[in-house]
């Protein structure tokens, strides 16, 4: 049986699925409140994770070892990388790799971590598939495919913005999708990462990001509800 579950960073990105979410009982571990329950009729398990790396593998591999999850979904907003993609328009990643992790001086590519195969964790084809439906459901001719870059910083200089293009080729930027994306790729856990564009990753950041969070945020969740529908009815 399918069961899914869905990481976010901040309670913001979460709160719409929670409340969403039907016969739930929450447990904590690891200091994360774990929301297991019924959503749009799928089993599924909503968990803030909190910023970072460290804080988005801990999440999904206790989601994989603890809930058993078979499918994971990472939800939230980012910083847009590409010309093309404005405030409010919408992500699914193609895959995820570290804009952060350099060990160049040994022979590595960018990003690349010593002893994994690839420099960029490839998402499910066919969540990428569900995801892209929905974005465009929601928000038609404002979604895009492509790569997400992660690290532990929040992007708000031009200069840093360009770096981190010119590393990874993505279309954008934020904090945790990349280290969710690692560990199910270890577990072998189909994945897709959801973004919804609340700043340019530039000078502006600062200023838009508190602004458009919330909107961001939503558009996200409403992707997501109509992931787990998908899901749903690929069962029945």
């Known amino acids: ?25 929450v447990s904590t571990r690891a200091g994360m409140e774990f929301c297991e329950g019924i959503l749009e009729g799928i089993p599924a398990v909503v968990v803030q994770c909190g910023v970072g790396k460290v804080n988005a593998a801990l999440c999904a591999q206790l989601l994989c070892d603890r809930y058993e999850v078979t499918h994971l979904v990472n939800t939230g907003i980012a910083g847009s990388l590409c010309a093309e993609l404005d405030i409010g328009d919408l992500v699914v990643s193609c895959d995820a790799m570290y804009h952060d992790f350099d060990c160049v001086h040994f022979g590595y590519e960018m990003g ?21 439906d929905a974005a465009e459901a929601v928000n038609p001719g404002h979604s895009k495919v492509g790569r997400v870059a992660s690290g532990d910083l929040f992007v708000a200089d031009k200069k840093v913005k360009e770096q981190i293009i010119e590393k990874t080729r993505a279309i954008c930027t934020e904090m945790e999708g990349a280290a969710i994306a690692h560990a199910a790729y270890r ?14 990753a530039d000078d502006s950041a600062e200023m838009d990001y508190p602004t458009f969070e919330a909107i961001a945020a939503d558009r996200c969740a409403r992707v997501t509800m109509a992931m787990a529908k998908r899901l749903q009815a690929e069962q029945n």
Not at 112 to 132: C, I, N, Q, S, T
């Open 112 to 132: 690349r971590v010593p002893g994994m195969d690839v420099v960029a964790f490839p998402a499910d084809e066919k969540m990428m598939g569900y995801a892209l």
């Open 187 to 200: 577990n072998g856990v189909p994945f897709v990462i959801l973004r919804a564009i609340s700043d340019k």
């Open 1 to 25: 049986m399918t069961k899914l579950g869905i990481i976010g960073a901040m309670a913001v990105e979460v709160a719409t699925l929670k409340e969403k979410m039907e016969n739930a009982s």
